[in-house]
């Protein structure tokens, strides 16, 4: 069974950083790309960031691109998401997730903006950026 645990989320103001970190346990993390997705209110989940399993290949929502960076450390089976320059949109709970497909190709990263590619989630941290 894989465990996803979220940390660093918390109660900013508008141009502040925050790094979010999830950690993994339960299989083989190097082998799986991961994801970052977030959730407001009201809203559906929505696709952040994610990194191939080689940590070669990083994909963003135009949303957040330039502002985010997605990065992993195999060695400590942990994936972060450095966020920047952060606006009152970006409010919402972010959750990591688990890719699906074992050592996913690199020319499929594409697919890892859809959440239905990831089989494990972890259970959110709130991130709220006040104006």
């Known amino acids: 069974q894989v465990q996803l645990v979220e940390s660093g989320g918390g109660l900013v103001q508008a141009g502040d950083s925050l790094r979010l970190s999830c950690a993994a346990s339960?299989?083989?993390?190097?082998?799986?790309?991961m994801g970052w997705f977030r959730q407001a209110p009201g809203k559906e989940r929505e696709f952040v960031a994610a990194i191939s399993w080689s940590g070669g290949i990083t994909y963003y929502a135009e949303s957040v691109k330039g502002r985010f960076t997605i990065s992993r450390d195999n060695a400590k089976n942990t994936v972060y998401l450095q966020m920047n320059s952060l606006k009152p949109e970006d409010t919402a709970v972010y959750y990591c997730?688990?890719?699906?497909?074992?050592?996913?190709?690199?020319?499929?990263?594409?697919?890892?903006?859809?959440?239905?590619?990831?089989?494990?989630w972890g259970q959110g941290t709130q991130v709220t950026v006040s104006s």
């Open positions: 997730a688990a890719d699906k497909r074992y050592k996913r190709p690199v020319t499929k990263s594409f697919e890892l903006a859809r959440p239905n590619e990831y089989d494990y």
């Open positions: 339960g299989r083989t993390f190097s082998s799986y790309a």
